[in-house]
């Protein structure tokens, strides 16, 4: 599966912009998928991540009550909704699919996309 992340670009700390992941190859209704994100000089991150069905979803504690991960089987993509955005948000941001487990380990996702990097100006 190939993997494509995208919407991102240079936001004002509080905004809420909306990244999507797309696949081609494989459909990505049959992956878990992640979100991960990496900053300048920085190991990458753990993000969010989605169950098959949607119906779980664990977020680290950066972003939890800021961030919403969903999922659209029909539309084959998952979106990962921004909001309050902080200048510490500032990283390129990676989806990734894994075909086993809902984990937050980076090692654990198979495949990654290229990342869309957001920038958040203060």
């Known amino acids: 599966v190939q993997l494509q992340a995208f919407g991102g670009g240079l936001v004002q700390a509080g905004g809420s912009p909306r990244l999507s992941c797309a696949a081609s190859?494989?459909?990505?209704?049959?992956?878990?998928v992640g979100w991960f994100r990496q900053a300048p000089g920085n190991e990458r991150a753990f993000v969010a991540a989605?169950?098959?069905?949607?119906?779980?979803?664990p977020y680290s504690d950066s972003v939890k009550g800021r961030f919403t991960i969903s999922r659209d089987n029909a539309k084959d993509t998952v979106t990962l909704q921004m909001s309050s955005l902080k200048p510490d948000d500032t990283a390129v941001y990676y989806c990734?699919?894994?075909?086993?487990?809902?984990?937050?380990?980076?090692?654990?996702?198979?495949?990654w996309g290229q990342g869309t990097k957001v920038t958040v100006s203060s």
């Open positions: 190859g494989r459909a990505l209704s049959r992956y878990i």
């Open positions: 989605i169950s098959w069905s949607g119906g779980s979803t």
């Open positions: 990734a699919v894994n075909s086993a487990n809902l984990v937050r380990s980076s090692r654990s996702y198979d495949s």
